[in-house]
């Protein structure tokens, strides 16, 4: 059964650091992964998808990529700023029967003034 | 505009009657998939569906049921609600034929039961 982690669980940073958000997976038969932004009590919106035949994408100041082989997936935000303050969720769809998608615990940000 | 719409948003009931939230989506997906989100525990798969009048059980279907009699709408009941099903619901929609494989999400409809 598919397992998805992310670390770390939280992180707080001054403004206009970069910085790294890791999210593991134990099964690599997988269509894509997806990264979404979530603010407290609120809905989900995705900032990337990463199809299992591309090995990244970026969106402005984000950039997520993905080794398929070693079930691994990194969101890289430049220039942190405190609007990006939420949680952050990696999700992955499983290629098999369902096309289930399992997500991550998340990763809470805090980015400091 | 491409989108999943839940109602209610916020709905406060009691102990047992009977609820219904509904999900639809414009974009003529095939999956559509319900979830509910706690403290601690994530984004938990309730229910989802292939297609019309193909609908599976996720990790945690027990308490609710749902339907699929057509392909922009997926309704999520709980028949007789407890206090254990407080949370915060979320629908999500993709296609299933080929990429891009996105999941689409409604706003959340936030449950709390008495």
């Known amino acids: 059964k598919q397992e998805v982690t992310q670390i770390p669980a939280a992180l707080s940073v001054p403004e206009g650091e970069n910085l790294v958000l890791n999210c593991s997976f134990t099964?690599?038969?997988?269509?894509?992964l997806q990264w979404f932004r979530q603010d407290p009590g609120k809905g989900l919106t995705s900032l990337l998808l990463?199809?299992?035949?591309?090995r990244e994408q970026t969106s402005g100041r984000l950039n997520a990529s993905l080794d398929k082989s070693s079930g691994r997936s990194t969101l890289y935000i430049a220039a942190s700023q405190p609007g990006d303050s939420a949680t952050y969720l990696c999700?992955?769809?499983?290629?098999?029967?369902?096309?289930?998608?399992?997500f991550g615990p998340g990763t809470r940000l805090s980015v400091l003034p | 505009e491409a989108q999943v719409t839940q109602n209610p948003r916020y709905l406060i009931t009691v102990t047992g009657k009977k609820l219904t939230v509904t999900c639809s989506q414009n974009?003529?997906?095939?999956?559509m998939s319900w979830y509910r989100q706690d403290p601690g525990l994530g984004l938990r798969q309730i229910y989802y569906?292939?297609?019309?009048?193909?609908?599976d059980k996720g990790d945690v279907p027990e308490g609710y049921k749902v339907s699929r009699k057509e392909k922009r709408n997926f309704p999520l009941i709980l028949e007789s609600p407890s206090p254990n099903q407080t949370s915060l619901y979320f629908c999500?929609?993709?296609?299933?034929?080929?990429?891009?494989?996105?999941?689409?999400f409604g706003p959340g409809t936030r449950l709390t039961v008495t």
């Open positions: 974009m003529n997906h095939e999956y």
């Open positions: 999700a992955v769809r499983d290629s098999g029967w369902g096309q289930n998608f399992v």
């Open positions: 099964d690599s038969a997988i269509y894509n």
């Open positions: 999500a929609s993709s296609n299933t034929g080929g990429e891009p494989y996105e999941q689409y």
């Open positions: 990463i199809q299992s035949s591309q």
């Open positions: 569906s292939m297609n019309v009048e193909v609908t």
